[in-house]
């Protein structure tokens, strides 16, 4: 029946659809600040004309390509494009350092081909029993993994815990400026108007990490990065081998690419920092993840692509979008007439294989058209003259941080953030962990305060936290990767001591 | 601001347009609109938006354009509509109860009178959902629940001093039972917490029903009838308690805009909510549509604003 409808979805002006949408979906996610969620926003009403399976791979398509786009920025300027490529940062920017930016594109595009395929084929096989998984998390479990995402900055910041966690403190705090999401609590506004709305994540993702990029490029005379003279083309064969070396780190990082994208309210960003804290745990002797390790880049992007298909699964069949470009779908589909929920699979399963096959196809066109966008946009970044790239991309960043809420205030505070993260990151504070207390803070809070008053009314606050096999679960490979890094140089050292 | 030859040519094009325009209304809208939506993409402001958009565009030969502008639960947006031109080609979403508790609770940048809403043209009405499988097979067996239980009913809904949180402030004061009352972020996260169980009930809307089918049952509706895509649901009117309501949707206008634009806005929107195809998205997508047109704006919201501070009153959010 799915050969059926594959079929169907490979009519020439669907191919044409998925093409478009993956090279127009890559290019806007790969300027910092145009998201995944505002490509499928803008081009929505695009689709009302066009029939319902269409309509979907197309927007499918666009957000594919988007959440992959946001590598290349990532790799090349050390900015994420979009919150999902945080991780891509970590050992991307220092590979590109190194003068291997060109395989890091590469490798990048092969790995958010294979966590794209993976999701999606979570999608076409498991979608009902896998969207019991999105109720399974309730306020506590949400509460605990952000927990766990925050661990990650002891990883992060070997060697410089205290450092890391002034830099996730500041991070909580910047997120808790506003009006609060769930108790509508204005806080740490000192009665400014323009603070209501509170930071901007992207906003501030753009002003942490490109801002510090652009004051060092002004301020040193080296080229921005390494030039090799003799062209090497995509190095596709040297970024397989690199792939086949690390599958099971892959197909780790898409499997829990896609569970993440299932939970509501979690989205790339968190499904990237797990993946990628996962990784490191469990790297070889040899591997220097934060240092310009292919293996960062794939566990990011292959779980970042894997959370399409993943959230589309609770989407699809419980009426309840999984990440925000997924909201903006929904609503395409209600337009289009389609009731998206439990009854959608029964009452329409032809438009919903038709699209699950789009998707599957536009993963299988990244592949050629990321290679290709991929190549020109590393051309570009390491031929351009810096007095072109530095006003080029402080425009990128002003208009980035501008077309989020169309808001000078947000321009405002990336330029604040920006300044005071590269204040802070002579003295040691990297972005990340501010990054990570940002996007993080509210997850937690909210879980936190719902995990609360729940467990309150019924009378078993303790059994809330940890009582919930799920929670424990999650509390424990917390302490793991909170306590990993400490035992591993403890061992180091004790095997050194006995080595003598 | 320097002002230009163009400017000036502008400025008198203007006028003699605005000359033309009151003797005849087809000169509005001749360019395209911008609809600013204070909320991200996704949500229910959103989508009844996309579906008023190609009426719009079928009616009015202009484009309408979306856009966003969330932060602070619409405050963000609310308080900048004043600030853009009040020629009629931006208009923005607005919603109750947000636009009178978030004023009357804080300094918001905004106040409600301050605004102009210039017509209301859906409410996606409070109701009551449980799981299909859930033990309360009536609005009776939930009360009768609460009332043993004080305190350890929950519900989830969206946000608080919204009207999920009102609508659960009122429901206990009418019922006589005192319930917990969960807020998640927006409706979608509430519904996931209803659907695993971590709740008890949902303060959400006839819209959740027509989502989630027969995965949910609704026990009642804060409607003066019954919802046409729900017959078998009973009105909490039927049951004994005296509750419409929801969360109503609307347009508003910068201040600054005369009123012949006003009112010429208000018909377009009513317009739209008289085209029969455009109502049956609406119901289908479980929205009630109602129509407040400009001119009887003030008597509405009079009413509307008593009540809801009333009950933000009664809950504590206000003093």
Redo the contacts between chains.
């Keep these: 029946m799915f050969a059926e409808h594959f079929a169907q979805a490979l009519t020439p002006l669907n191919i044409v659809f998925a093409l478009f949408g993956v090279a127009a979906g890559t290019i806007i996610g790969s300027i910092p600040g145009l998201t995944a ?1 505002m490509a ?2 803008v081009l ?2 695009l689709t ?1 004309t066009l029939d319902p399976a269409s309509a979907l791979i197309l927007l499918g398509a666009i957000y594919t390509g988007a959440i992959y786009g946001g590598a290349y920025s990532a790799i090349l300027l050390n900015t994420p494009g979009t919150p999902s490529a945080i991780a891509t940062t970590f050992d991307g920017y220092p590979m590109a350092k190194r003068g291997d930016g060109d395989l890091a594109v590469t490798i990048s595009c092969l790995a958010s081909v294979v966590g794209g395929l993976v999701g999606a084929a979570f999608l076409l096989t498991l979608s009902p029993p896998l969207s019991e998984v ?6 506590v479990e949400y509460f605990w993994l952000a927990i766990f995402g925050l661990s990650l900055i002891s990883a992060l910041s070997a060697g410089a815990l205290a450092k890391g966690l002034m830099g996730a403190a500041l991070g909580l705090l910047l997120s808790c400026i ?2 609060a ?4 609590d ?1 806080r740490l506004t000192f ?1 400014s ?1 323009t603070m ?3 930071i ?1 994540v992207v906003s501030a993702l753009i002003g942490l990490y490109c801002i510090p990029v652009l004051i060092d490029l002004v301020a040193t005379p080296d080229r921005h990065l390494k030039v090799e003279t003799e062209a090497r083309g995509f190095r596709l064969a040297e970024a397989l081998r690199l792939v086949w070396r690390e599958k099971v780190n892959l197909i780790r990082s898409s499997v829990i690419g896609t569970v993440v994208g299932i939970l ?2 979690a989205g790339g960003s968190v499904a990237g920092l797990v993946s990628y804290s996962e990784a490191r745990r469990t790297a070889k002797p040899g591997q220097e993840y934060g240092k310009g390790e292919p293996g960062g880049i794939m566990a990011t992007e292959s779980a970042n692509n894997a959370t399409v298909g993943g959230g589309f699964i ?1 989407t699809l069949v ?4 999984g990440t ?1 470009p ?3 779908i ?3 589909l ?2 289009q ?1 389609i ?5 959608l699979f029964e009452a329409q399963g032809s438009i919903v294989y038709t699209f699950i096959a789009g998707l599957f196809l536009a993963t299988a066109l990244m592949l050629p058209v990321g290679l290709l966008i991929g190549r020109y946009a590393y051309k570009t970044i390491v031929t351009l003259p810096k007095a072109l790239l530095v006003p080029s991309v402080a425009f990128m960043t002003i208009i980035g941080s501008y077309a989020i ?3 000078v205030s947000d321009v405002m505070i990336m330029i604040v953030l920006g300044t005071l993260g590269w204040v802070l990151s002579r003295a040691g504070i990297a972005a990340s962990p501010i990054v990570l207390g940002i996007i993080l803070g509210p997850i937690a809070e ?1 879980g936190f ?2 995990a609360w ?2 467990g ?4 078993d606050l303790w059994g809330m936290f940890f009582g919930r096999p799920i929670s424990l679960g999650i509390i424990a490979f917390t302490l793991v990767s909170l306590f990993y890094p400490l035992m591993k140089g403890r061992f180091a050292r004790w095997r050194m001591r006995h080595a003598d | 601001m320097h002002f230009t030859r163009r400017t000036i040519l502008g400025g008198l094009a203007g006028l003699a347009l605005a000359a033309a325009g009151a003797g005849s209304a087809l000169a509005f809208p001749d360019k395209a609109v911008e609809y600013i939506i204070p909320f991200g993409p996704g949500g229910e402001s959103d989508i009844s938006a996309r579906l008023q958009q190609p009426y719009f565009q079928e009616k009015f030969g202009q484009d309408l354009v979306i856009s966003y502008k969330p932060g602070g639960g619409g405050a963000v947006g609310w308080s900048q509509l004043n600030s853009y031109a009040g020629d009629g080609y931006t208009v923005m979403g607005v919603n109750l109860p947000h636009i009178v508790i978030q004023p009357a609770t804080k300094d918001v940048g905004y106040t409600t009178d301050g605004l102009t809403p210039i017509y209301w043209f859906h409410y996606t009405p409070d109701a009551i959902v449980v799981p299909a499988d859930s033990q309360f097979k009536t609005l009776q067996d939930l009360i009768d629940y609460a009332k043993e239980n004080p305190g350890k009913l929950t519900l989830s809904g969206s946000g608080k001093g919204t009207a999920n949180h009102l609508a659960s402030i009122r429901f206990d004061e009418l019922a006589g039972i005192k319930s917990t009352y969960v807020a998640f972020k927006g409706t979608g996260a509430a519904v996931t917490a209803l659907l695993g169980n971590q709740v008890m009930a949902e303060w959400g809307y006839t819209t959740v029903g027509a989502k989630q089918g027969d995965k949910v049952r609704m026990l009642a509706v804060a409607m003066d009838e019954r919802h046409p895509l729900f017959p078998d649901v009973p009105t909490f009117q039927e049951l004994g308690f005296d509750m419409v309501g929801g969360a109503y949707r609307g347009v508003a206008v910068p201040e600054s805009t005369p009123e012949e634009l006003r009112e010429q806005w208000s018909d377009m929107i009513g317009e739209i909510n008289a085209d029969e195809k455009f109502q049956k998205q609406m119901i289908d997508g479980g929205f009630a549509l109602i129509d407040v047109p400009y001119g009887e704006m003030d008597a509405f919201m009079m009413e509307r604003k008593a009540q809801y501070l009333e009950a933000a009153k009664a809950a504590g959010i206000i003093k």
């Design positions: 969620t499928v926003a929505v009403p009302f999105a109720l399974a998390f309730g306020p506003g009006v999401e769930i108790s509508a204005v009665g108007q209501i709305g509170g901007e509501p309210g609770p419980l009426g309840i979008p925000p997924d909201a903006v929904l609503g395409a209600l337009v007439g009731r998206t929920g439990p009854q809420r169309n808001s909210q305060v719902q008053t729940i309150s009314a019924t009378g």
